[in-house]
């Protein structure tokens, strides 16, 4: 493969487009940034040598299916629950993912929609702008503190580890977590407790953050019941994947002040967002922004090309997931 046929899905940070065609002679970048959709996807999954998709493509198992062209999938993204990779491979596509260089950036994101929901930020900032402010008095829009309530991560991965440490150091906040992988996390955090149980972490937090990876395991995974377990003083954070929460029984729980609040980064069926969550005031949403910033971006798309060039040098990539 001297020459590879590349086809980018989506507007990459300068930087990076400029590497790739730097690098490559047969690049063909999406300029126009209009998403290719499935039509487009399966004629580039012909056509192409390397296919380079990101997290709001949808590349399910019927797109793999018969002749193709394309031997290399690199997923600008950590999360790739949107790509069958069970088919990916099974077509003869490497496939591979952009881990680690994101952690910080989504972490501080995390971070972000907790205080955001703690301190009431998105609803001050809607009274500001839409003139409501009459000035400052006693009572006017207390929320929750956040230094020393129990942090609960749902998740201990990488991004999770980042939350907690942020939390802990930053903000003393004792940390609980969950995650059902047969793995010690490496934390480094005094006194982090691992219970046994998704419910036992509901159960205590004033804060849950939820950082498990997207796909049919966790669909669902907070749902009305698991909502229900919280304490009614608690406020949820999701900068993981829509689908890990059932939004109608999130939606429910919130209108009935089940839990205080949520700070919501991704949606399930995104970028649809059900008219019942925008509704609610008790609930900060941002357009998925967890990995949003130039560096982190830049340094994504860095890692792809380095993960082509691996594969294109006949090495095992480093971020291979199938
Ligand atoms: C990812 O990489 O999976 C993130 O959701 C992007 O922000």
């Known amino acids: 493969m001297d020459e590879p046929v590349i086809v980018v899905s989506r507007r990459w940070p300068a930087p990076v487009e400029e590497e790739l065609t730097r690098r490559f002679r047969h690049v063909r970048l999406n300029t126009d940034d209009v998403p290719l ?15 380079l998709p990101t997290v709001s493509d949808r590349l399910p198992a019927e797109l793999f299916e018969g002749e193709l062209r394309t031997r290399f999938l690199g997923n600008f993204g950590v999360g790739y629950n949107h790509i069958d990779t069970a088919a990916a491979a099974k077509a003869g596509i490497v ?36 003139g409501r402010w009459t000035g400052w008095r006693p009572t006017h ?30 903000f003393g906040m004792p940390v609980v977590f969950y995650d059902p992988a047969d793995f010690e996390p490496d934390h480094g ?33 907070i749902d009305a019941a698991a909502l229900a377990t919280m304490k009614p003083t ?25 839990i205080a609040g949520a700070g919501l980064d991704v949606y399930e ?7 019942g969550l925008v509704e609610l005031d008790n609930a900060v949403l941002l357009p998925h922004l967890g990995s949003a910033t130039l560096e982190t971006r830049t340094a994504m798309g860095m890692l792809v090309l380095d993960n082509l060039q691996d594969f294109l040098a006949g090495r095992d990539p480093s971020c291979r997931v199938a």
């Open 37 to 51: 959709g499935a039509d487009r996807l399966r004629a580039a999954l012909e056509q192409a040598d390397v296919v």
């Open 95 to 130: 496939v591979t993912n952009t881990p680690r260089v994101l952690t910080d950036t989504t972490a501080d994101t995390a971070m972000t929609l907790l205080l955001m929901i703690a301190r009431r930020a998105g609803e001050g900032e809607r009274e500001v702008r839409g």
């Open 141 to 170: 829009m207390m929320g929750a503190d956040v230094t020393g309530k129990t942090l609960g991560i749902v998740g201990m991965g990488r991004i999770g580890v980042a939350v907690a440490r942020r939390g802990h150091f930053g």
């Open 189 to 221: 955090i005094p006194g982090a407790r691992r219970v046994g149980t998704l419910a036992e972490v509901l159960a205590v937090a004033d804060f849950v953050s939820l950082h498990m990876p997207g796909g049919a395991e966790n669909t669902h995974l």
């Open 234 to 258: 608690a406020f949820l954070v999701n900068s993981a994947r829509g689908d890990v929460i059932d939004s109608a029984a999130l939606i429910e729980a919130l209108r009935s002040r089940t």
């Open 269 to 275: 069926g995104e970028p649809e967002i059900p008219q």
